[in-house]
């Protein structure tokens, strides 16, 4: 990588964020990156700094917002369509159930539904190789044997996974979350609402309409100039 290219790459990045307006960027363990400035030893000319800075810089720029937003484990319906994007390549019997599995996939997140996915996908592979092997030494030994040898189409062994590499899958998942995560995470979403609720039965004296005023008319503005009115 040559020296500025990941100052370029988070640029990048907020570009076509820009291009794609309006649009939402997720920084996934952005505390991992951005730690104290200056800090960090034996790295080369500064690069981390750099990019911390940059990130700054283009997040002052497109005016960043300072709201704490609560986002929960996906739903089953939305675990269903992280199976499908994750598996969206990728041949799969008509047998394999995926409402099933997003079914029971209660409290996974989305990178713990993606290492399911990612294993079936290991263990399609691995038994395709399997029995590539096993093919190919039983051709060396008809060859040997003096036998004649059909020329056989190039066919994949594993054409599509199949139940029993999500079930095998499966028995390696895990939840990244724990529930006691889950509820820490809840209580601090209610916590949130409450503080911004607080003005939720706020009401003007008086029980006027709205837009209507004590002198019977419309107001004027402050400054008697309606071209300085925003709301106008």
């Given at each position: 990588?040559?020296?500025?290219?990941?100052?370029?790459?988070?640029?990048?990045?907020?570009?076509?964020?820009?291009?794609?307006?309006?649009?939402?960027?997720?920084?996934?363990?952005?505390?991992?990156?951005?730690?104290?400035?200056g800090?960090?030893?034996?790295?080369?000319?500064?690069?981390?700094?750099?990019?911390?800075?940059?990130?700054?810089t283009?997040?002052?720029?497109?005016?960043?917002?300072?709201?704490?937003?609560?986002?929960?484990?996906?739903?089953?319906?939305?675990?269903?369509?992280?199976?499908?994007?994750?598996?969206?390549?990728?041949?799969?019997?008509?047998?394999?159930d995926?409402?099933?599995?997003?079914?029971?996939?209660?409290?996974?997140?989305?990178?713990?539904?993606?290492?399911?996915?990612?294993?079936a996908?290991?263990?399609?592979?691995?038994?395709?190789?399997?029995?590539?092997?096993?093919?190919?030494k039983?051709?060396?030994?008809?060859?040997?044997?003096?036998?004649?040898?059909?020329?056989?189409?190039?066919?994949?062994?594993?054409?599509?996974?199949?139940?029993?590499?999500?079930?095998?899958?499966?028995?390696?998942?895990?939840?990244?979350?724990?529930?006691?995560?889950?509820?820490?995470?809840?209580?601090?979403?209610?916590?949130?609402?409450?503080?911004?609720?607080?003005?939720?039965?706020?009401?003007?004296?008086?029980?006027?309409?709205?837009?209507?005023?004590?002198?019977?008319?419309?107001?004027?503005?402050?400054?008697?100039?309606?071209?300085?009115?925003?709301?106008?």
């Open positions: 990588m040559w020296f500025g290219e990941s100052e370029a790459n988070v640029r990048d990045v907020f570009d076509k964020a820009r291009a794609a307006a309006p649009c939402v960027l997720f920084f996934d363990e952005l505390d991992s990156i951005a730690k104290s400035r800090g960090n030893i034996g790295d080369a000319g500064g690069a981390a700094d750099r990019v911390i800075n940059q990130v700054l283009e997040m002052d720029g497109m005016g960043s917002k300072k709201n704490l937003i609560y986002i929960p484990l996906p739903d089953e319906a939305s675990r269903l369509q992280i199976f499908k994007a994750n598996l969206r390549k990728t041949p799969i019997a008509s047998d394999v995926l409402n099933f599995l997003a079914k029971t996939t209660v409290g996974f997140s989305g990178a713990d539904l993606n290492e399911i996915c990612q294993r996908c290991k263990l399609g592979i691995r038994e395709s190789i399997e029995k590539a092997v096993v093919k190919e039983e051709r060396q030994l008809r060859a040997q044997k003096g036998e004649e040898l059909m020329e056989e189409a190039d066919e994949d062994p594993v054409p599509e996974l199949t139940r029993k590499h999500f079930e095998e899958a499966m028995k390696f998942a895990r939840r990244s979350v724990s529930d006691n995560d889950i509820r820490k995470y809840e209580m601090f979403a209610q916590t949130l609402q409450q503080q911004r609720g607080f003005g939720t039965n706020f009401k003007f004296p008086g029980g006027k309409a709205a837009g209507g005023s004590a002198g019977g008319g419309p107001q004027p503005s402050a400054g008697g100039n309606d071209d300085d009115d925003l709301y106008s």
